[in-house]
Nanobody
Framework: QVQLVESGGGLVEAGGSLRLSCAAS????????MGWYRQAPGKQRELVAH???????NYADSVKGRFTMSRDNAKNTGYLQMNSLKPEDTAVYYC???????????????WGQGTQVTVSS
């Protein structure tokens, strides 16, 4: 009964900004790592950004310096601030989270449904 819901996608001109949100709900004890992935038409899904439970981040080379991932543990929500967007950033963006449920010592992987980001030139 865990859901990840992404929001914040849309159409933006090159050079613009968007902020994606990923809200987790359900019987969550805590969230370990979270990540943002994207998949463009005809391409494989790729990791864009990753954040640990402690807040350490890493990014794909293609987005370093432009994208910033953060999280609010109290709200079980992750964010992706995307600046200086380029047409090649156009893709469906997916959120992934490793979630601890109830008394389990193991985390489970959940994915959101995706949100479309389109950058026009």
């Amino acid at each position: 009964q865990v859901q990840l819901v992404e929001s914040g996608g849309g159409l933006v001109e090159a050079g613009g900004s968007l902020r994606l949100s990923c809200a987790a709900s359900g019987s969550i004890r805590s969230i370990n790592a979270m990540g943002w992935y994207r998949q463009a038409p005809g391409k494989q899904r790729e990791l864009v950004a990753h954040i640990t439970s402690g807040g350490s981040t890493n990014y794909a080379d293609s987005v370093k310096g432009r994208f910033t991932m953060s999280r609010d543990n109290a709200k079980n929500t992750g964010y992706l601030q995307m600046n200086s967007l380029k047409p090649e950033d156009t893709a469906v963006y997916y959120c992934r989270a490793e979630i601890l449920l109830g008394a389990s010592v193991f985390s489970y992987e959940y994915w959101g449904q995706g949100t479309q980001v389109t950058v026009s030139s």
